[in-house]
Each structure stands twice: as structure tokens, then as C-alpha cells.
């Protein structure tokens, strides 16, 4: 049989919980200080074993509440600009870190440059400036980390990375030759025969004579035989 208390004993109970609430919330407070780890082991355990599930919840949560946590992030960050300012700074400062380490290091991959200042995070393949458009908004090195570090980058300096961009290779010849120069200067014409691949002995600087700048050396694609 059930047993159900009496109007009488829930008056007590509850006239008793108040009247030691200070002395019951002290005995709670130093028996969950002595079995803190016990507790807290307790909670990583549970944690764990339901991971999928708490995921999903918050997820699901985060979904569904999407301006709701975008106001208050913003309003947080409007109200402690200063330290958000500097939180952003750090962030972007650690992603960038975290994604040389995850591309074989602060190193540039073809001429050995270390100092970070000097390093970014390159599209073997070409494209990054279509890349970005596409990643508008999110800043590079978050979208890396986010898509868990795909293959397809490496590591380089400016020096390295921008030569490989717009003549297919780096100078220093320790780059293979696996992508097409993206940008044509005004120094690569295409020729009248329609051809497009840009010479570099065409800049001037190339051409102690200075003869480089003029039309017809530009357009080599013709074979006028007056190219270097
Ligand atoms: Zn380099
Ligand atoms: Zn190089």
C-alpha cells in the first residue's frame, strides 16, 4: 500500500526546511567539497557515455534558438568591447597557429622561412581567391579548422606564395609545378594568335636593354623573332 503523508507531517517537513536552511545548505556545501572528484568523475563518466546525445541536443538547441544566441553574443560583445576585441585578437592570432602546425609547421615549405609574420597557409592547387569569396565572411584559417584540416594546403611565404600565384612555380625551383599562374599583369598580354601563356622573360626587368617594354617583344605567342 501506498503510503501518503498527512497535511499535518508536510507542514512539519516543510517547517523544518526552512527553519535550518542556512545549517542544511553548509552540510551540503562541505559534503559535495569532500567528494568533488568523486562527483565530478561521476559527471565525465556520464558526460561521455551520452556524448551523442548531448551533442545533438545542443545542436538541435543551437538551431532553433539562432538570433536568440547571435543577439546576446552580440550584446555581450558590445557591452565588454574592449576584452572582446582582444579575445578576437588571440583567436585568430591560435588559429593561425594551429593551422601551420597542422600543415607541417610555422615553416615555409619552400624556402625554409620561420618567421610567422612573413608565413600563410596556400592552395596547392590554386584558387584561393575564388576560395575565399566562398568562405566570405569566416575567416580562413576558422573554415580550415572547422573542415578539420583538409589536404590541399600548404605552408608558405609571402615571397614563395606569391611567386608560385602568378608564374606557376616559385624561383627557388623546390615547388613542383602543379598549378597554372592565375593572373595575367599587363606585362603577360595575350598574344594576337589568342595564346595566353605569360613569358617572364618578358618583363623588362629581364632585358637589360629596356627593349622589354616595348608592344611587339610583349606579344612573343606571334613569333616575330624579336623576343629575348
Ligand atoms: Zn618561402
Ligand atoms: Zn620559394
Known amino acids: 500500500m501506498e503510503y501518503k503523508s498527512t497535511e499535518q507531517e508536510r507542514t512539519r517537513a516543510k517547517a523544518y526546511y526552512h527553519a535550518h536552511k542556512e ?3 553548509a552540510y551540503n556545501h562541505a559534503y559535495y567539497a569532500k567528494n568533488k572528484q ?5 559527471n565525465k563518466a556520464w558526460r561521455q557515455k551520452h556524448k551523442e546525445r548531448i551533442d545533438a541536443y545542443g545542436k538541435a538547441y543551437r538551431q532553433s534558438h539562432i538570433e536568440e544566441i547571435r543577439a ?3 550584446s555581450y560583445a558590445q557591452a565588454h568591447r574592449p576584452q572582446h576585441l582582444a579575445w578576437r585578437k588571440a583567436f585568430r592570432i591560435r588559429i593561425k597557429e594551429q593551422a601551420f602546425q597542422a600543415y607541417g609547421g610555422a615553416i615555409c615549405a619552400c624556402c625554409k622561412e620561420t618567421h610567422s609574420e612573413f608565413l600563410s597557409i596556400d592552395h596547392i592547387a590554386g584558387g584561393g581567391n575564388k576560395h575565399r569569396q566562398q568562405v566570405k565572411g569566416l575567416n580562413f584559417y576558422h573554415w580550415l579548422r572547422l573542415q578539420g584540416y583538409p589536404s590541399g594546403f600548404r605552408v608558405l ?4 606564395n606569391f611567386a608560385s600565384g602568378h608564374f606557376g612555380s616559385c624561383p627557388h625551383g623546390n615547388l613542383d609545378k ?3 599562374p592565375f593572373r595575367q599583369t599587363n606585362l603577360w598580354r595575350p598574344s594576337q594568335n589568342g595564346l595566353s601563356t605569360p613569358n617572364i622573360s618578358a618583363h623588362p626587368s629581364r632585358n637589360g636593354s629596356g627593349e622589354g617594354r616595348q608592344p611587339n617583344l610583349i606579344s612573343l605567342g606571334d613569333n616575330t623573332g624579336n623576343g629575348p
Open 178 to 180: 602543379t598549378r597554372q
Open 157 to 160: 611565404c609571402m615571397n614563395c
Open 23 to 25: 545549517e542544511r545548505k
Open 38 to 42: 568523486r562527483y565530478q568523475a561521476n
Open 72 to 74: 546576446m553574443k552580440r
